[in-house]
């Protein structure tokens, strides 16, 4: 039997992936994030396409459990070499990886407005989340996402099984304080510029 609470994750899993790209901040000012992980090699080929006509930032954070990509493994995914793109390196999690993006935007990249979020459509909902959890409380808070569901033809990214194991991982951090609350999404989504 589904309880309430599942039935507020999925209700907050469908407003993240309902988040409209925004595309009134320039490319000057925004910053692509690949999460890599399951189907990896698909979501970096595919989260590279829209550089750099949307964003001059790529960032590509790090993994565990998978094969760890370096920069120079990414620039064939690209096609040629610049100082825009960064390989985060060893993550154990999704935690890691946001607190890497977190460390760009606040130290190093404070002209960035706006990060284009790319990973596999079940696993997006959590990395919003965790990055949101991440960045409350910062100057940034309020920083413009565009979340980039991205479903691979070479294996299924949204399974229900997959999805499933999404809604015991945000219920679970969630309780741990990793993820943002359903509430603050919902401060983020009326305060988050348009």
Not at 88 to 99: F, I, L, P, S, V
Not at 104 to 119: A, G, K, N, R, W
Request: charged share 25%; hydrophobic share 35%; glycine share 6%.
């Amino acid at each position: 039997m589904k309880t309430i609470e599942h039935d507020e994750i999925v209700k907050a899993m469908l407003k993240i992936l309902a988040i409209p790209f925004n595309n009134r901040i320039e490319p000057e000012r925004s910053a692509i994030l690949i999460l890599p992980g399951k189907y990896q090699e698909y979501r970096i080929a595919e989260g590279v396409k829209p550089w750099p006509s949307r964003a001059k930032h790529l960032w590509v954070a790090g993994t565990s459990g998978d094969p760890t990509y370096t920069r120079e493994d990414v620039i064939p995914y690209v096609g040629e070499d610049s100082p825009h793109i960064l390989v985060g390196g060893h993550a154990r999690h999704t935690k890691d990886q946001m607190e890497w993006a977190r460390g760009l935007l606040l130290d190093s990249f404070p002209e960035v407005e706006h990060v284009i979020m790319t990973t596999s459509v079940y696993h997006l909902p959590r990395c919003v989340l965790t990055f949101l959890e991440t960045m409350c409380g910062t100057p940034k808070r309020w920083i413009s996402i565009s979340p980039v569901p991205l479903i691979s033809p070479i294996g299924d990214s949204f399974s229900i099984e997959d999805l499933e194991g999404e809604i015991q991982r945000i219920e679970t951090y969630q309780k741990k304080g990793g993820v943002a609350s359903f509430a603050y999404l919902d401060t983020y989504l009326r305060n988050r510029p348009q």
